[in-house]
């Protein structure tokens, strides 16, 4: 009874999760009561929005700011009692935050000192009102970047690698579409994210056992499941693993001429050994990649915590390792984005790194800003991030 109730509390977040989402976005954030304040990068952006606006939106995003900036210093002392900061701290941040008209969080979370320091970055608020210009197909019901299973249809449609469906799950009924071959196990909510509700199986030794153990598979979720093989990461990562998949999310962008390209890449790790998934909300690190040579940085932790030469617990070397396979982790992400998803403009890719290759875990067509940022230390809108998100939207008005 209760690993039920558990679980139809998981799918009610996720359901009531959408729709807030949806509703928080439909309306764009305007950066300001009067005038824009933002990065350069988006300057001409904003001052194009400014334009073709009318006297009702107009008047509607003065009032809109002006209620933003009173919410500022009630924000500050709740990002501070999270995070356990100081008095100083909450002065400078409320201070900055109206200044440049910012979420405290985004100021924690960013590390941010000064209000130059926020000329590079993407605000957390800026970015979903982004995407749903830039990438329309994203926010669409059928979008085969949310949904696991026509992930994977395309994936196999355009040869790409990615692990295999054994079995689908929906409501409590199984359709057996693979021999797992005595392979280990793992299901994922159909349009789950941030690593919740994945489950370990176990082992299967065919499709006889796996008909036989479907209490196993259903368990007691509802809505549908991709059951897959659990992927194996590469040897050099073992000292990262512990018992979940290292990932490194790849995003790609179309450039001015029409071809994808791999803007940004941050590695994942979890921290724990009784972590199941790398994901940050399930505390695990985060380390910058550098493009060109897939070499680590020094990682964090997603929210709070300090920083990591070596991983907590193994004491394996974090900053200064190269990726297994990097170069063709990219022309994987670059390949993927061109054959079987150039319907989108900008995809955030989990790539695992195994013993036979990169593969492609999933997409993510709303990847977010968050997890680059922090991780790098460093704004989005100072690299090839910033340029072609300018280009997308100018390209949109």
Sequence with gaps: MVASAGCRDFRDRRMGY?????????????PGVVR????????????????ERGALRAALDAAVGLGFLAWVPWRARQVQR?????????????????????????????????AEALDGYIRRFEDAAFNKRINPRGWTKDCALADKRRFAERCAASGLPHPETVATVENGVVAVTLDPAGRELVAKPADGEGGEGVRMLGRFADAAELAARRPDLVGAARGAFVVQ???VPHPALDGLALSALPTVRIVTIVDEKGAPEVVSATFRCPSAPEAVVDNMKAGGLLAPVDIETG???LACKGYG??????????????????????????????????????????????????PDGPILVEGNGKPGVLMPQRAARRGLGEGRYGALLAHHLSRVL
């Design 82 to 114: 999270k995070f356990g900061l100081d008095e100083a701290w909450r002065r400078r941040a409320a201070a900055i935050a109206r200044q440049r008209f910012a979420d405290p969080n985004d100021i924690a979370l960013f590390r941010i000192e000064t």
């Design 36 to 51: 824009p304040v933002s990065g350069g990068f988006l300057a001409a952006h904003y001052r194009r929005r400014r334009e």
């Design 305 to 354: 915590g300090g920083d990591y030469a070596a991983h907590p617990v193994t004491g394996a070397t974090i900053t200064g390792c190269v990726l297994p396979g990097w170069p063709e982790a990219k022309d994987l992400a670059v390949r993927a984005h061109a054959t079987g998803f150039a319907d989108y403009a900008l995809i955030g890719w989990d790539v695992a790194l195994t």
């Design 18 to 30: 959408d729709r807030l989402y949806f509703l928080k976005k439909a309306y764009a954030l305007y």
């Design 295 to 297: 070499t680590l940085g």
């Design 229 to 231: 093989p659990r992927v």
